[in-house]
């Protein structure tokens, strides 16, 4: 994020040794979409939260959903990335457990 010192937070990702870098192929947009994605972009790169890179390894692809307003919401499709990262060893607490901490059970 803009303004935090990588040295407080950074945020990696493990990835399984076997895995191999994935591009997804590129998806069409409708001129809407694609209009409403350039905002968006020019919005997160103008506030810093993302860079423009040429090489990417990793390449995902973003999809539009519309939201209840009619403007239109960008998500990113991580689906191959996701595969390629080891499952945590540790599970979630079940909301049992949760609710019986919390009561103090």
């Known amino acids: 994020m803009p303004g935090i010192d990588e040295d407080i937070i950074t945020h990696k990702l493990s990835l399984s040794p076997n895995a191999k870098p994935l591009s997804q192929r590129k998806r069409k947009l409708g001129d809407e979409r694609r209009k409403a994605v350039d905002e968006e972009v020019r919005k997160l790169k103008e506030a810093g939260f993302i860079t423009e890179i040429e090489y990417p ?11 209840a307003n009619g403007k239109w919401r960008m998500c990113v499709d ?27 059970c």
Do not use: E, H, Q
Not at 57 to 67: D, I, S
């Open 57 to 67: 390894t990793w390449l995902a692809n973003v999809v539009m959903v519309k939201k």
């Open 78 to 104: 991580f689906t191959d990335l996701n595969k390629a990262c080891p499952k945590d060893p540790y599970p979630l607490p079940s909301i049992d457990r949760l609710i019986d901490g919390a009561s103090g």
